[in-house]
C-alpha cells in the first residue's frame, strides 16, 4: 500500500477520522472488481493529497458494525470528512478519479487545491494497441491480443463488462449446460483478460480521442499512444425524444429491466415497445409488477415467435396495440401518466401507472470522435470483414458497428476477428 494511505479497523475510527480536520476514507472489500479498479486511483491521489488530507482505507467485511453505522452497504463506498462530519458526495461502485479530486479539493483551501492540481504531472503511455470500451467485444480482443504477446490498454468510462454485466440471466453463450449471471459472465471475461495482461483503466474521464494519430487522452493527465485502436463502445437504449422524458429519466422511467424492475413489486407499469427487448423484458418485469401494458406502435409484435407466445400467455401483460406514447407526466412519486395516441384515429388518452420503461432500440456509443469514419444510416459504423473502418488502423466491433444481429456472441466474434487481423499486422 502506498505510504500516505493508513489501514485502520473500528477501533481506530475516531481517532483516525473523525477526530482529525479533515479525513478521506474508502470502505473496500475483497474480490470486488470496482474496489480494484478504485485502488491505484486511490493510491496515486494519496501521493498529491496526503500532506493534506488523512488517507484511510477500511476493510469492509472485517468491520461490519462500523460500516452499518455508517450506511455503507457496497464496496468500495468513498467518504469525505470535515470535523468528523461527513461532507461532499457518497462515492460508489465505478468510481471517477475526477470525482474523487473533485471532493478532495472540497476538503482543503481553494488555492492549495489549486496548486496540487498545477502539480499534476502528465503521463504518456505507449502501446500497440488500444482498446475503447470493456464489453464482450472488447475483452475478447484484449484476451487474443495479450495472447499473441501485444501491448493493449483498454480504456472504459465505466467498469469493464459491458451490457453483460447488467444482464439477469444469460442462456444463450456456449459452454454452460444452465443460464448464467449476467454480472459472473461478464466478471469471468474481465478477470481472464486481465491474467492474460491487458492493462486497464476502468471508469475514467476520456477527454479525447484522435482517431488519426492514434492517441487517447483520460482523466486529464494520461496520454496513451497506440499503432491501432480498436472501438469496442457497443450502443445504448435509444430515447424516444417526447416531452416529459429527459425530465423524468431515472425517476419514473427507466430503461434497463434487470436493474430497475425490482422497485416495482405489485405496482402496475407501461412498457413502450413491440420488439425483442421489450417483450423479453416484460416477462422478466411480469415476475415483480401486478400489471404490464405493451404499448406497441403496429398492429402486431416484432419479438420472436416463443417469446410472444409467451408473452401472450402471460395474464399480467396487456397490449396496447397501434398506439405511440406522445408525453410523459409526473404526478407524484410512483404516480407516472403516459399520454398515448391512437394511430388509427388520432385520438389521445393517458394511461397511469407507477413506473414505464422504454425498449425502443438502441443507438451507438460514438458521441462526436467518430465524425471521420465512414457510418450507416442509423449511425453504426461500417467496417470490412476483418473490421476495419474507413480510417487505417481504426476498427469497430461489436454492438457499435453495422451488422444484422447483437449478441454477446457476436461481439465475441468480432473481438477475435479484429485481434487476429491486428496481429497479423503488427
Ligand atoms: C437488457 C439486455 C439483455 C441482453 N441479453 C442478452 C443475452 O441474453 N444474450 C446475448 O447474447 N446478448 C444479450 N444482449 C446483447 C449483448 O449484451 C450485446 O450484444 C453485447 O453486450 C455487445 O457487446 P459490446 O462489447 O459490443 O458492447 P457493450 O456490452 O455495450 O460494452 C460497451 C462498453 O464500452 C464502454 N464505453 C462506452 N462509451 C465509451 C467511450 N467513449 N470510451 C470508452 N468506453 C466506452 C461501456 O461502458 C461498456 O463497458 C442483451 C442486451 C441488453 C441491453
Redesign the pocket.
Known amino acids: 500500500m502506498a505510504e500516505k494511505i493508513k489501514e485502520i479497523t473500528a477501533s481506530d475510527y475516531q481517532k483516525e477520522v473523525l477526530d482529525k480536520d479533515v479525513a478521506v476514507v474508502d470502505f473496500y472489500s475483497t474480490e470486488c472488481p470496482p474496489c480494484e479498479a478504485l485502488a491505484p486511483k486511490f493510491e496515486g491521489l494519496s501521493e498529491l493529497y496526503g500532506d493534506d488530507v488523512p488517507f484511510v482505507k477500511v476493510f469492509r467485511q472485517g468491520n461490519r458494525g462500523l460500516a452499518e453505522s455508517l450506511d455503507v452497504t457496497g464496496s468500495p463506498t468513498v467518504l469525505f470528512y470535515h470535523k468528523g462530519t461527513l461532507v461532499g458526495d457518497r462515492l460508489t461502485g465505478g468510481i471517477r478519479r475526477a470525482d474523487l479530486m473533485k471532493n478532495l479539493a472540497m476538503l482543503i483551501p481553494e488555492e492549495r487545491a489549486a496548486k496540487i492540481q498545477a502539480s499534476v504531472k502528465p503521463v504518456v503511455t505507449e502501446t500497440d494497441v488500444v482498446i475503447?470500451?470493456?464489453?464482450?467485444?472488447?475483452?475478447t480482443a484484449g484476451i487474443y491480443l495479450a495472447q499473441a504477446h501485444i501491448d493493449v490498454v483498454l480504456?472504459?468510462?465505466?467498469?469493464?463488462?459491458?451490457?453483460?454485466s447488467?444482464?439477469h440471466?444469460?442462456?444463450?453463450?456456449p459452454g454452460f449446460i444452465e443460464p448464467q449471471n449476467?454480472y459472473l459472465l461478464s466478471h469471468m471475461i474481465s478477470e481472464q483478460a486481465k491474467v492474460n495482461g491487458v492493462r486497464f483503466r476502468p471508469a475514467v474521464d476520456?477527454e479525447s480521442i484522435d482517431l488519426q494519430n492514434k492517441t487517447v487522452i483520460v482523466d486529464g493527465h494520461e496520454t496513451i499512444k497506440a499503432k491501432k485502436i480498436i472501438i469496442?463502445?457497443?450502443?445504448r437504449p435509444r430515447p424516444l425524444g417526447i416531452p416529459g422524458e429527459k425530465e423524468h429519466r431515472g425517476s419514473g422511467i427507466s430503461y434497463?429491466?434487470?436493474c430497475d424492475a425490482k422497485y416495482y413489486q405489485d405496482k402496475d407499469v407501461v412498457v413502450i415497445g413491440g420488439g425483442n427487448?421489450a417483450v423479453e423484458?416484460s416477462l422478466f418485469i411480469s415476475r415483480f409488477a401486478r400489471r404490464i401494458t405493451v404499448v406497441h406502435q403496429f398492429d402486431k409484435l416484432q419479438a420472436n415467435r416463443q417469446a410472444q407466445e409467451t408473452a401472450f400467455a402471460n395474464d399480467a401483460i396487456d397490449f396496447l396495440f397501434e398506439h405511440e406514447p406522445r408525453q410523459f407526466t409526473k404526478y407524484g412519486t410512483m404516480d407516472m401518466g403516459v399520454e398515448v395516441e391512437d394511430l388509427t384515429t388520432g385520438k389521445r388518452h393517458e394511461l397511469r401507472a407507477n413506473g414505464v420503461f422504454v425498449f425502443v432500440g438502441f443507438v451507438p456509443?460514438l458521441?462526436d470522435?467518430a465524425a471521420s469514419l465512414e457510418r450507416d444510416q442509423w449511425g453504426y459504423l461500417k467496417t470490412d470483414e476483418e473490421m476495419r473502418t474507413s480510417v487505417e488502423g481504426v476498427y469497430a466491433?461489436?454492438?457499435?458497428r453495422t451488422k444484422s444481429y447483437?449478441?454477446?456472441?457476436?461481439?465475441v466474434s468480432d473481438g477475435t476477428i479484429a485481434a487476429i487481423a491486428i496481429s497479423r499486422e503488427l
Open positions: 475503447l470500451g470493456g464489453g464482450p467485444a472488447g475483452l480504456v472504459d468510462t465505466a467498469l469493464p463488462g459491458g451490457y453483460v447488467t444482464t440471466l444469460v442462456s444463450n453463450y449476467g476520456v469496442a463502445t457497443g450502443s434497463c429491466a434487470t427487448s423484458e456509443n458521441d470522435f466491433i461489436g454492438d457499435v447483437r449478441q454477446i456472441t457476436t461481439a
